[in-house]
Every structure is written in structure tokens, then in C-alpha cells.
């Protein structure tokens, strides 16, 4: 890089070690392909599933293949984050022990999806490095991320939303006879999930949940991803997603045009179907529902995203029943941003480009980090 060189310094940062790896590698190719290198440095950071940091070139080629899935694999340097208030430039450390100055980041743009980065852990490093960064802060990332948590304050907020029980992994194996009476009280049919995670990992569907094995089964695959599970009953309605920017500090939230996903192919919209499957998804946007649920879905995912004092993105998941009832399924506040994503849809349908799309939320980290200090 020239010294001459003015323009911002973006890091894209990336991969992680939640087991949605692969979906923020894919993420990540899509906004190194969009932000305009005319206007900023890029700078690809992708971390490994181990934590190590390191430069990835060849990022933007990262593309989902079931036969080779992308992964940041440790490549023997590591690129050190200065967790000091100086504006001190990013380090690399080669494998022989050299040290070299990389750059002073102006913007970080996380793609971290699930936890150690969607949790407000990494958002945690950027304050203490006192940077601007696209997205939400440390806990309104952490309360989006744990679903027991998530649901308490949509139900604090008088934000609709289903019924729901939380087990641990202590109460599974001390009490289980007490933690299923507790579930099959919720309804016939049951969705466990665990309460980190994301991108359907971990999720199972219980269609009779007087059945021990098949109760127990979900919840050992929810509790292998996390240490806690949330259960809910099945709401029979529309999945309907609406994507939300907005700033903490200037103007108020906006929403997208709402979108639909219809399983076609599958049971449930597991992760093969978001991500392997296409043939098995459709996605209709905008949403085919009347204006006045259409009109409800975007006041409630403002509505959500104000609950939680959310920066920049979001994505509000909801269900709309026959009877025109809505009721928020969850907030995604660093939702899948590859360009054939949900979130990215909606605002084109909305007429904001993807492109234009990721200048606004940087321009927003920007904005709000000044308004802040």
C-alpha cells in the first residue's frame, strides 16, 4: 500500500470457530466481492476453527461445494489485533518469528456467524480496540445470540412471540423425566433447538414427543452444539423474514419489503435445505400476504430491533397463522450475507443493491462509532 494511500482500511472478518464456519467463509467471498476498491482498502481476515487469524487472499473465490466446503485453514503466520486505544496497526507473525506491520483498520466488517462472533465476543476485541465495526454491540449481540434470552426480552418488549422452554445439560441428565412432563406441555409437535447457534444447526423437529427416543435424541443433537436447548411448539403459519438497518444514535430503524420461504423439499428448513439444497427452497419476495400483515411484519421487526438498541443490521424471522396473527420467531443480528441470502434479497427487492448495501453499514459503523465518542 502506497503511505500516499488515503482511503479507509475495511477488514472482512471471517470463518471462526462455531460450526457455521463454512457459511461465514461464503458470507465473506460475497462482501470482499462488493465493496468497491476504489473507495477502500480490503483487507480478508479469516480466522481459523482453531482462533487463529490470518490474511486469505484468495477469499472472494470461497463458494458452497458439498464435496469441498471452505475452510480458513492455519497457513503458519497469525495476524495479531492490538487491543489498545492508540490506533496501532494490525501485526502479522510469520513462521520464522518476523513481525510486519499490516495496516491500522478503520472499519471492521465481522461475518462471523454463530458463536465466538455473532455473540458479542469479537465485538468485545473492537471496543477494547476502540474501532468502528459494522453491526451491533457486545450485548445486543449476546442477548440476539442465546435464544432463552432472546425470547425474554421479546416477551418484556410485548413483542409476540411463542411459548417456549429452556433445559441445560444438568437438568437433561439429573431430572430428564421433569424436563419432558415440562415440553410435551408445550404442544403435540416440538422444535428443539440449542440456544447458540445458528443457521440450523443442531435443530430437530419432534413430531411425537411422547416418544422418550425421539425427545431425547433432539435434545442430546441440540445440547452436542450447546450447553443449553430452547423448545417451542410448532406455529402453523408463513415463515416470513424482513430485514432492518438502522443506527443507534441518528435516524430510527427501517425495514425491508418482506420476504417468504417455502419448504418444498424437505421438513424443515434444515441447514442442507438453506444451503445445499436450493431445489428444496423457495423464496418469494416481496412476501405474497395482504398489506396489512405485510405492514405489521416491518412494524414488528422496527419494533425488535429497537428492543435490543441494534446497530446497523438485522434480520427479524416471524410467522404469520391464517388468522393474521404475527409472532417473531427470533432476531439475527449478523444474519447470512452471501448474496443469494435472505437478508441481501429483501433489500434488493427494497431497491438497495448489494453493493450499495454493504457501503450503508459501513458508512452506519462510522457514523455511529463518531456519535458514541
Not at 344 to 352: A, C, E, I
Request: hydrophobic letters at 45%; aromatic letters at 8%.
Amino acid at each position: 500500500m502506497s503511505p500516499a494511500d488515503t482511503r479507509p482500511v475495511v477488514a472482512v472478518l471471517f470463518g471462526g470457530r462455531s460450526s457455521e464456519h463454512t457459511v461465514s467463509c461464503v458470507t465473506a467471498a460475497g462482501v470482499l466481492g462488493a465493496l468497491d476498491e476504489r473507495r477502500y482498502r480490503v483487507l480478508p481476515i479469516g480466522m481459523t476453527r482453531e482462533g487463529v487469524c490470518r490474511i486469505v487472499e484468495d477469499a472472494k473465490d470461497f463458494r458452497f461445494d458439498p464435496d469441498a466446503m471452505p475452510e480458513v485453514v492455519d497457513d503458519g503466520t497469525e495476524l495479531v489485533f492490538p487491543l489498545d486505544m492508540r490506533r496501532s496497526p494490525l501485526r502479522v507473525v510469520r513462521e520464522g518469528g518476523e513481525v510486519e506491520d499490516v495496516a491500522v483498520v478503520d472499519v471492521f466488517f465481522p461475518v462471523l456467524h454463530g458463536p465466538f462472533g455473532e455473540d458479542g465476543t469479537v465485538q468485545g476485541v473492537f471496543e477494547l480496540m476502540d474501532v468502528p465495526y459494522v453491526g451491533s454491540g457486545v450485548l445486543s449481540s449476546a442477548i440476539g445470540m442465546d435464544k432463552r434470552f432472546m425470547k425474554a426480552v421479546l416477551r418484556d418488549a410485548g413483542i409476540p412471540t411463542s411459548p417456549w422452554e429452556s433445559v441445560t445439560v444438568r437438568q437433561f441428565r439429573s431430572d430428564r423425566e421433569a424436563v419432558a412432563a415440562r415440553l410435551r406441555a408445550l404442544g403435540d409437535v416440538l422444535f428443539v433447538k440449542p440456544a447458540n447457534a445458528g443457521s440450523s444447526m443442531g435443530v430437530s423437529k419432534v413430531s411425537d414427543p411422547s416418544d422418550d427416543a425421539s425427545l431425547d435424541a433432539a435434545l442430546a443433537e441440540a445440547l452436542r452444539h450447546d450447553s443449553a436447548a430452547i423448545v417451542e411448539p410448532m406455529i402453523v403459519g408463513r415463515e416470513i423474514e424482513c430485514g432492518v438497518l438502522g443506527t443507534r444514535f441518528h435516524e430510527g430503524p427501517r425495514a425491508s419489503v418482506p420476504g417468504e420461504i417455502e419448504v418444498t423439499g424437505a421438513e424443515f428448513y434444515d441447514f442442507d435445505t438453506k444451503y445445499l439444497n436450493a431445489d428444496a427452497v423457495r423464496i418469494t419476495c416481496p412476501a405474497d400476504i395482504d398489506a396489512q400483515a405485510a405492514a405489521r411484519v416491518q412494524e414488528l421487526a422496527r419494533a425488535t430491533f429497537d428492543a435490543f438498541d441494534c446497530s446497523g443490521l438485522a434480520r427479524i424471522d416471524t410467522f404469520v397463522t391464517a388468522d393474521g396473527d404475527v409472532y417473531v420467531n427470533e432476531i439475527n443480528t449478523l444474519p447470512g450475507f452471501t448474496p443469494t441470502s435472505m437478508f441481501p434479497v429483501v433489500w434488493q427487492r427494497s431497491g438497495l443493491r448489494y453493493e450499495e448495501l454493504v457501503d450503508t453499514l459501513v458508512d452506519i459503523a462510522l457514523r455511529d462509532h463518531r456519535a458514541a465518542a
